[in-house]
């Protein structure tokens, strides 16, 4: 789920349509997309695929009628075929509480229809000024979700990993202070952002097997610094081995969040699936989808973290 870092203000339909994937980060297809307004902003937005037939809509999203109760609900079916995406709304229609406000909308790749019998009104999908505006703002809208999730695959190969753990590993031999080390890197890389070598990467990615380093570095983290944080994390995930990145993954997940990208904290906990990670942090990322936290309860989680006993999970 998507919660929108500064207020979005929708004044048209086709304004919504046309800003749905700057806030998603990805141009959505096959997918229900759902809008939560309120006075004319938008609270939060989620996309889960289109059910089959069988299906109910992924139950994650029943928490958001629940947290929004005065809100108008916006859900798009957004499908090269408008009888597909209308016959699903209505299968859909019947799983909401009777008291939600709501109303449907099918989005195909040059049109927008509120009515199955209507012509549509067309919208700019590729050129429209919200996607410009999220480009230059650095926040750029990938073609697909799966153009997403290649964010976080791996961009060194085994071998250049391998050797860097070679390397790594001797020089700890003379200094083997490896969270010492990773702390003063964290530090600088925080003070002076940049790109950081392969052998950094190594480093960061075997410190954040450490429960106490990750945790000192996320929970003492600021919304202020998340930006930051996230483009090091990245780098951290994309070069380091698959099955290793687990603290790395949290990290990047957690960052996003925070940056208003829910899209990928939902990528990078889909991933944590596959590869192991830290219990307690990931139970956190599932948590902030199921009960549709929007980042402004960071500071809340913070403060219940600092009251709670530390457990075997981490936490």
Known sequence: MTHPTSPTTIRTMTDLVEVIPTLLGFHPCDSIVVVAVEDGHVLVTARADLPREEERL???LDSL?????????????????????????ARVDADLPATTERRYLVVGDDR????????????????????ARAAFEGRPVRRSRAELAALIETSRTPEEVAASLR?????????????????????????????LDLDDVTLLCLASHDDGFLDRHLWGMTPQEARVQQRLWLQVVRASVPSCRGGALVALGLTSWLCGEGALQVVCLEALGRVAGPPG????????????????????LVAGHRDVPATASGF
């Open 58 to 60: 992924a139950p994650a």
């Open 65 to 89: 009628w629940r947290r929004y109760p005065r809100a108008l609900f916006l859900l798009l079916g957004f499908c090269a075929d408008p009888a597909v995406a209308w016959a699903t709304l």
């Open 112 to 131: 927008w229809f509120d009515a199955p019998d209507g012509e549509g009104t067309p919208y700019d999908r590729l050129g429209n000024v919200h996607v």
């Open 167 to 195: 390397r790594v590993e001797a020089s700890l031999q003379d200094d083997g202070d490896l969270l010492g080390r990773a702390e003063a890197l964290l530090a600088a890389h925080l003070a002076d952002p940049g790109e």
């Open 281 to 300: 942090w990931i139970d956190l990322l599932d948590l902030v989808n199921t009960a549709a936290l929007s980042p402004n309860h960071w500071d809340a």
